[in-house]
């Protein structure tokens, strides 16, 4: 069973799980209608319109052995109901969606999807964090907040149901050529805000490799927390560079001030807890993922690389258009260093 | 044809070079003036076409810049940009390293070409120029040009811009994790136990070792088996002799401290412009730490070790002090 179908990453995995011969039956379940663009990957899932209150009796009639719960949203929608629903959904939809499967029998396999943003944001944070680094303090973003209460919440379940193989996955943001999130909007506009004097270390993975993560966490057994990210950094500025945009350094104040205003009228999606991000930045080790799955994502810089690509127009810079610049620029000094040159000799025979 | 062409072709024309010049003693890690470097014959600083040498630092520097725009460069998983920091930064300390400060270094030879190494140093400078100026020295004196790795504290992290250079040059926040993680991937890391302690006293204090804090860089080096090299850093004393210290204005600036200095802050912004001292950096020889690994949490070998690591550094700053009789001297 999985949860959050009529969103992105919930309807690829569905497709993925029901093209796996090894899984018998997929059953979606969403609150809503999957958008026409999800639709046709999911033919050959069962999908109940339900959220997940209602989860604990579909867990109970189906029977299901694995439940992978994705129905978690990053940002709120000013469309459908703001930060109370996005509560509503990450936190009582995960509450119930567990108490439900604490409750079924047949259950062998939980999926979670967490976030890195679990690790929370301070200026005393080690660089790099491990599964075992623990938040220094609660962090102010809201879906950072909700995501440190979802873990609370597997780790109820983990002490009360120790026979189920419980997964975590910790996912960094997640870019592709076509992924559309928040953070995939932000380096696509031509001018990039950024916090003034900080370089915030970022890391991605891709939406490929975040699908094979947790397909193999449905169909192998993998209990345990996992960092999901590509290895390697790019500095916010080198990958604001590296899209070709231009970056528009601003106070932190002011960008907070003005997300807000932009969240206010609709237009934005940036929150406290990308701002932070940028403030802080947030690396993780993968080895421990590497070593349990066997599969190494591809790393931050290829990630993005692939993102750069579906994204071409609209930049400013590009690589070709520097060097060719580059060029330009070096021919012409050499063609007015050789005619002073020339001139000079001249006038000295 | 050229002189020397015309020469060869002469008849009689023997092989003859000039004898070799006595190579002079550097001073200051610089060579005297009108001198060469030692070991370079006369030959080989022949004019080179000065219009190939322009050309090739255009052709350098653009493509540098290119580099930079088209954001083709690594970084490391601390934020660590080699590039920009052997590129940018080193170039502009080092001239403040030799013609500044005309800094001498001894010891070079105790800090091993490869693996891990905690450097551990004493602080002092009111501004934390010390530790820049250790890393210059290592990058420049070292035959392996290894980069130093240090560790700041929080409030680097805290100040905007400040945070940004910093990660940039490969610092990183003072925490255990941080430190352990760059010994086991054979990174050197420069340490300062004395922390705000050591930058923030008074000149009547100069070169009298402060208090160092829990031992913690003593556990994570045990814990990672690497061993520890005392670093002595004579001259960073006297850049800005802190007379006083305001207090209650440290605190409304939620600063540690508030230096009132001969120049600072009477004259503005040039009061932040080092005196000239003449700085010694003297790298002791390591204390090895794989036998004692199992001892990383025993509190009593920790504070015996930090001990011995305060102590040597302490005698070695009094040897380079009677080497310097004159704080300004040449």
Same mark, same amino acid.
């Given at each position: 069973m999985v949860t959050g179908v009529s969103r992105f990453l919930g309807a690829r995995v569905a497709a993925r799980l029901t093209a796996?011969?090894?899984?018998?039956r997929v059953v979606g379940l969403d609150p809503h209608d999957p958008p026409p663009a999800l639709a046709s990957l999911l033919t050959g899932v069962e999908i109940i319109r339900a959220d997940a209150r209602a989860a604990s009796g579909a867990i109970a009639e189906l029977g299901a052995e694995a439940v992978v719960h994705l129905?978690?949203?990053?940002a709120p929608d000013p469309h459908a109901g703001g930060r109370a629903a996005m509560k509503e959904q990450n936190v009582i939809g995960t509450m119930q969606l567990l108490a439900a499967a604490q409750a079924s029998?047949?259950?062998r396999k939980l999926v979670i999807r967490s976030s890195t943003a679990a690790y929370g944001a301070s200026?005393?944070?080690?660089a790099v964090f491990t599964e075992d680094t623990e938040p220094r303090a609660v962090p102010r973003g809201s879906y950072a907040r909700d995501i440190l209460d979802i873990e609370g919440y597997v780790r109820g379940f983990r002490r009360r149901r120790p026979e189920v193989d419980a997964t975590v996955l910790r996912f960094a943001p997640l870019i592709s050529s076509t992924a559309d999130t928040t953070l995939t909007r932000y380096f696509a506009q031509p001018l990039v805000p950024t916090v003034w004097g900080r370089d915030a270390r970022l890391q991605f993975v891709h939406v490929e490799d975040a699908l094979e993560v947790l397909h193999r966490s449905v169909v192998e057994n993998h209990p345990g927390t996992f960092n999901v990210a590509g290895a390697g950094v790019l500095a916010l500025s080198q990958a604001v560079r590296r899209a070709g945009r231009i970056s528009v350094p601003l106070l932190e104040g002011t960008l907070s001030s003005l997300a807000a205003v932009a969240r206010n009228i609709g237009?934005?999606?940036?929150?406290l807890d990308q701002i932070d991000l940028f403030v802080h930045g947030r690396v993780v080790d993968t080895t421990r993922l590497v070593n349990e799955f066997g599969f190494t994502p591809r790393t931050t810089e290829e990630a993005f690389d692939d993102f750069i690509q579906g994204h071409a127009?609209?930049?400013?810079?590009?690589a070709d258009r520097l060097a060719a610049a580059e060029n330009a620029i070096l021919e012409g000094i050499r063609a007015v260093r050789a005619s002073a040159t020339a001139a000079a000799g001249s006038e000295k025979p | 044809m050229s002189q020397e062409e015309d020469r060869r072709t002469l008849p009689g024309h023997v092989d003859f070079e000039l004898p070799a010049e006595a190579s002079k003693q550097t001073v200051n890690g610089r060579h005297p003036l009108n001198g060469r470097p030692p070991?370079?014959?006369?030959? &080989?600083?022949? =004019?080179?076409d000065a219009v190939d040498i322009w050309d090739r630092r255009v052709a350098r520097g653009l493509a540098f810049l290119r580099r930079r725009l088209a954001g083709a460069y690594e970084v490391d998983?601390?934020?660590?940009?080699v590039e920009l920091t052997d590129g940018v930064f080193y170039p502009m300390l080092k001239v403040l390293y030799r013609d500044w400060f005309r800094t001498e270094v001894f010891g070079? &030879?105790?800090? =091993?070409?490869?693996g891990g190494g905690l450097m551990v140093g004493n602080h002092s400078g009111t501004l934390a120029l010390d530790a820049m100026m250790l890393s210059v020295a290592l990058r420049d004196q070292h035959p392996k040009d290894r980069h130093l790795r240090l560790l700041g504290a929080d409030l680097v992290f805290r100040v905007p811009v400040m945070s940004e250079l910093a990660r940039k040059a490969g610092v990183t926040v003072a925490c255990n994790p941080d430190a352990e993680r760059l010994m086991s991937s054979g990174e050197l890391v420069g340490v300062f136990p004395e922390g705000f302690k050591g930058i923030g006293k008074r000149y009547a204090d100069r070169y009298k070792l402060q208090r160092f804090g829990r031992g913690g860089f003593v556990s994570a080096a045990l814990r990672t088996g690497t061993p520890i090299i005392p670093v002595a850093i004579v001259g960073?004393?006297?850049?800005?002799?802190?007379?006083?210290?305001l207090k209650p204005l440290a605190r409304l600036l939620g600063v540690p401290y508030f230096p009132v200095t001969p120049t600072f802050p009477w004259l503005?912004?040039?009061?932040?412009?080092?005196?000239?001292s003449k700085w010694l950096i003297q790298f002791c020889p390591p204390i090895p730490t794989e036998h004692l690994?199992?001892?990383?949490?025993?509190p009593m070998v920790v504070y015996n070790l930090a001990d011995q690591v305060r102590e040597t550094i302490q005698t070695t700053l009094h040897g380079l002090l009677e080497k310097r009789p004159d704080p300004f001297g040449p």
């Open positions: 796996d011969p090894r899984v018998e129905a978690v949203t990053s029998r047949p259950l200026f005393k944070d080690p237009i934005g999606q940036i929150g127009n609209g930049a400013a810079f590009t | 070991g370079v014959a006369r030959a &080989d600083v022949r =004019p080179r998983d601390f934020g660590f940009d070079i &030879d105790n800090v =091993p070409d490869a960073a004393e006297e850049i800005y002799p802190m007379l006083a210290d503005g912004p040039l009061g932040l412009i080092p005196l000239p690994t199992e001892f990383a949490d025993d």
